[in-house]
């Protein structure tokens, strides 16, 4: 090479990857294995073969695949190395996923025809990934806790009728069919809106918070949100512990069902859902029996409010029956006195009548006899003067004048006793009409409508307070009487 000194050592390419390679080769040996620890990402690009082609990632937050990563080496896994790497993360319920947090085992690599510097995984150090995952769950835990977010739809509280229900499962999954045969399978009508998600594979990190994000800006159209995982491998469940799915679920403003697996498996998002269920099954179950009870619900408050109403009626109608019977003794009572009024007036003002009559009679006969006598005894008394003054007047002469005196008498004492008669008939009317006005509201008249008047001892029943055991009652009706005796019975007389 021009203008190149003899001790200058120029590379091929090929050469400088080679001695590269030779160097990184240094890094790990057989004693010392080569282990890096980081979050796995998934290329853009599908790998050729059964290669699997991925990166591992380093973040600010060395808990939490979260922003841009700081860090980033590629990295490969043979198809005869995956086989065995899946089956060791299965086995502590993990699976090789977006957002795995795992140490792996390998060395580092060139690739010629890329130059591309790459992590060769040969392995990966169970134990610790294991340790990782777990002090990942119980920091997110106490991340939530301290944001105060942890319990928040814990603490929302279930619609007592829940029938607008959002839910958010694989599109065409045997969540989504068994959920939805089940719920149908019941007398009641449920809205379901579906929102179609991956409940499996690399996207559950993000198509899960996505779905929720749009079910909270129409919380007010939904009651409850079901999260349904249908059949798969468990490990697959590793997903659902991961923030972004278990803080989408926490502060979903809905209450969230979680049907993603059973109970016994250690999953965040079962810790923060406002319910936790083991299959999509027993979600439609549940709701179906939420509704069950409030039907049962409003039969025993309709039974109660029967039994209320029933109690309050014959209250009322017996309060009512005793206030009739108290009245219609009172108005019999009353009857029966305002009915002798009538008769003492009618007698009263007969006598009064009859006896001012008489007086009128008497008293024109006195006054006739008073008028007789004094005019004989004015005539005796005429004579006795005439005789003494030695007139004799003939007694023929006076007896014209006597006897108009009479006849002007008479008159007088037959006007006197018709003004009597007209007194006594005015009278006699009045009392006529006191007795025709008091006959309509005569007790028989009452007895007619099919009333009873009650007495006992003689005297009138006005309360069934004033009756006792052993008392002999007077029944008198419209067309005649009957007496019946008061006995005991259950009820009291």
């Not at 050729?48 to 600010?60: A, E, G, I, P, T």
């Not at 006195?337 to 009618?346: Q, T, V």
């Not at 006598?351 to 024109?364: I, K, L, P, Q």
Request: overall charge neutral; hydrophobic content about 40%; aromatic content about 8%.
């Amino acid at each position: 090479m021009s203008g190149a000194t003899p001790d200058t050592f120029t590379y091929r390419v090929g050469e400088l990857i080679d001695r590269a390679r030779a160097q990184l080769a240094q890094l790990g040996n057989s004693q010392l294995p080569l282990m890096v620890e980081g979050f796995v990402s998934f290329n853009t690009t599908t790998a050729k073969y059964d290669q699997k082609y991925f990166s591992l990632c380093q973040y600010s937050d060395a808990n939490s695949p979260v922003g841009k990563p700081i860090a980033k080496l590629e990295a490969v896994i043979f198809s005869n190395r995956f086989a065995v790497i899946s089956s060791q993360l299965r086995q502590v319920g993990l699976a090789f996923s977006p957002d795995l947090r795992a140490v792996f085992i390998g060395h580092l690599d060139i690739y010629k025809p890329f130059g591309k510097l790459q992590l060769v995984v040969t392995g990966i150090d169970l134990e610790r990934t294991r340790q990782i995952t777990e002090g990942a769950k119980d920091l997110l835990r106490a991340k939530l806790r301290a944001e105060g977010i942890f319990e928040l739809n814990r603490s929302l509280t279930r619609p007592l009728v829940p029938l607008r229900i959002a839910l958010v499962t694989s599109r065409g999954s045997a969540a989504e069919s068994d959920f939805l045969t089940k719920l149908a399978s019941e007398k009641y009508r449920f809205a379901v809106e579906r929102f179609y998600v991956n409940t499996s594979g690399q996207n559950v990190a993000f198509s899960v918070p996505e779905a929720l994000i749009q079910i909270n800006s129409r919380a007010g159209d939904f009651d409850l949100v079901v999260l349904a995982r249908g059949g798969g491998d468990h490990v697959d469940l590793a997903n659902f512990s991961l923030e972004g799915p278990v803080r989408a679920v926490a502060t979903c403003k809905v209450p969230v069902w979680a049907a993603i697996g059973h109970s016994t498996d250690d999953v965040l998002v079962n810790e923060v859902a406002n319910r936790s269920l083991a299959n999509p099954n027993d979600a439609a179950s549940e709701l179906n029996g939420a509704l069950e009870s409030f039907a049962e619900l409003l039969q025993a408050k309709k039974r109660q409010l029967l039994d209320v109403s029933r109690v309050s009626f014959e209250r009322a109608s017996t309060y009512f029956l005793r206030a009739l019977t108290t009245l219609h003794a009172s108005a019999s009572h009353e009857l029966g006195r305002y009915r002798s009024i009538p008769i003492a007036k009618m007698w009263e003002l007969r006598m009064r009548s009859t006896a001012r009559a008489e007086a009128s009679r008497n008293e024109v006969a006195h006054l006739y006899d008073e008028i007789t006598t004094s005019a004989a005894r004015r005539v005796e008394l005429s004579q006795v003067e005439l005789a003494r003054r030695g007139t004799a007047i003939s007694l023929g002469e006076i007896e014209p004048v006597l006897r108009s005196h009479s006849e002007t008498l008479l008159g007088l004492a037959e006007r006197l006793g018709e003004v009597a008669w007209a007194s006594f008939r005015s009278h006699v009317a009045r009392g006529d009409l006191v007795r025709t006005k008091l006959e309509g509201v005569d007790p028989t008249r009452v007895l007619a409508l099919g009333y009873a008047l009650l007495s006992a001892q003689g005297k009138r029943v006005l309360s069934v307070n004033s009756i006792g055991v052993g008392d002999r009652i007077e029944a008198r009706l419209f067309d005649g009487s009957f007496w019946a005796d008061v006995v005991e019975d259950g009820n009291g007389p």
